[in-house]
């Protein structure tokens, strides 16, 4: 009785996050991303050479508790940059078909200007802690900007369920799989429980540290493993160069393929692709807020450029090679999908090294995203019961993380994945009302504080 129970619910969550994502999630964050590139006249196009400007500049960071834009991006790129780039834009190519890509690329170039809201939001309404240190997000603007701290709360809550104790088993676990095509019976023999001891001490080396810890470890681990994953990919893509321009052909003619779309919309290339662009980019969704919200700036509008990179780098660089990774070398009618499809694709020119070279990425992006989500969950943890809280989040956050590793738990999942999608409600709320505020601070940047900067002011 208590299988099939379990059975069901499973298969009732599955079908609710299914219709959240497919009716409400992928409409709601289309829309507000489109309103945003309207209201800010295209932002992430006018500002594009601004936003790496911004991202270098060193001199406005004083103090031991300040960090740099730089370091607030690549905590906020450590959450996007996970296995999803690995595995999940296989499943999408694999099941959506090439033209998901364009539909990614899409949601990028609109969402953008979603990051850009949210983290200038986050930067206007941040809180200096008793240290020094700055924290923020999008309860906290829910709060002091809107004030409806029962709204932040509920935001706040959703956060810390989905991504603290959820979406971290779920990493944890891809990690501890990644192992399965090279250890058998590693769920049983061991290796799985070792692995999650060691990424226990290993978060909690990390976590413990607190935000400066956090930062400096994520702004070595995420360029170092990015650059060793984009450089396998061009190396494979240069040297399949004479098949790209049939690879973007597929991109664009399965994108407007009328007849698939409209045969189901629900499972089309284009739902697909924008949930896989927006699950991946995170850009509306309320969480990459937290880590810019800790960067010191001059301006609130400087940080929004910076996290409008994070959305870049994430869909036209990472998920970009991993796609064409995989159509160049022809990989796609393997019959494989997810995270094997993708170390089929690179065997193809490394042989066993391409596959070892794919699980041992996936361990360090999925922990790269682990030290990210846990980032996003203290903040609101402090939000909620304080400081004193934090260091048994951080004992509970270990533990999940341990624990994930061991086995599959699909009704978490599931509950993490509803969750995520209703998290998602408040925060598009709170940007919308406060959409004039933004455009405020936007034009205060264009009209007084650059042509002060010029000035030397």
């Given at each position: ?5 379990n ?24 829309f ?32 031991k ?6 370091q ?7 959450s996007r940059?996970g ?16 033209g ?9 170039l ?25 924290r923020?997000?999008p ?5 002091q900007?809107?004030?409806?701290r029962w ?9 810390i ?7 971290n088993g ?32 290993m978060?909690?080396?990390v ?11 994520s ?21 399949n ?10 991109i ?18 284009i739902?697909?692709g ?8 995170e ?16 301006h ?17 660089v990472?998920?970009?090679l ?5 159509i160049?070398?022809g ?18 020119l ?32 402090r ?8 260091k ?15 086995q ?23 940007l ?20 002060n ?5």
């Open positions: 009785m208590n299988a099939d129970f059975t069901w619910l499973i298969s009732v969550t599955s079908a609710f996050d299914d219709f959240l994502y497919t009716y409400i999630l992928v409409f709601l964050l289309v507000v991303a489109i309103y945003f590139t309207v209201r800010t006249r295209f932002v992430q196009i006018r500002y594009f050479k601004d936003m790496f400007t911004q991202l270098f500049e060193k001199k406005h960071v004083p103090g508790k300040s960090i740099s834009s730089f607030a991006m690549m905590v906020s790129t450590a940059v296995t999803g780039n690995i595995a999940g834009i296989a499943t999408a190519v694999a099941l959506g078909g090439p998901a890509i364009f539909w990614m690329w899409l949601m990028a609109f969402g953008a200007a979603s990051a850009f809201v949210e983290s200038t939001l986050a930067q206007i309404w941040k809180v200096r802690g008793k240290n020094g240190e700055f923020g997000g309860a906290y603007y829910i709060e900007a809107l004030g409806q709204l932040g709360i509920v935001f706040a809550v959703l956060l369920i989905c991504y603290a104790y959820g979406f779920l990493q944890a676990y891809n990690m501890a799989s990644a192992l399965e095509y090279y250890i058998p019976d590693y769920a049983t023999n061991g290796t799985a429980v070792a692995l999650g001891i060691v990424l226990c001490v978060t909690g080396f976590i413990f540290g607190g935000a400066k810890r956090i930062s400096i470890i702004s070595v681990l995420v360029p170092v493993m990015a650059i060793a994953y984009l450089g396998m990919g061009l190396f494979v893509t240069v040297t160069w004479y098949l790209l321009p049939d690879a973007f052909y597929y664009f003619q399965s994108a407007f393929d009328f007849e698939s779309i409209f045969g189901g919309f629900a499972g089309s290339v739902v697909l924008i949930k896989r662009g927006l699950f991946s980019n850009a509306g969704m309320g969480s990459t807020p937290h880590a810019h919200a800790v960067a010191k700036v001059k609130p509008v400087e940080q929004g450029f910076v996290a409008m990179i994070g959305v870049f780098i994430d869909t036209f990472i998920l970009n991993t796609a064409l990774v995989i160049t070398t990989s796609r009618t393997s019959g494989l999908t997810g995270a094997q499809l993708s170390q089929y694709a690179f065997s193809t490394y042989g066993k090294f391409g596959e070892i070279f794919i699980a041992i990425c996936m361990l360090f992006f999925a922990f790269s995203t682990i030290i990210g989500w846990y980032f996003f969950g203290e903040a609101n943890i939000y909620l019961f304080g400081a004193k809280a934090v048994i989040y951080s004992i509970i956050v270990c533990i999940c993380v341990a624990l994930g590793s061991l599959e738990v699909e009704l978490v999942w599931n509950m993490a994945d509803c969750f995520n999608s209703m998290m998602v409600i408040p925060n598009a709320i709170a919308v009302a406060l959409s004039g505020l933004v455009k405020k601070t936007h034009d205060d940047y264009y009209n007084n504080f650059l042509p900067q010029k000035k030397g002011k």
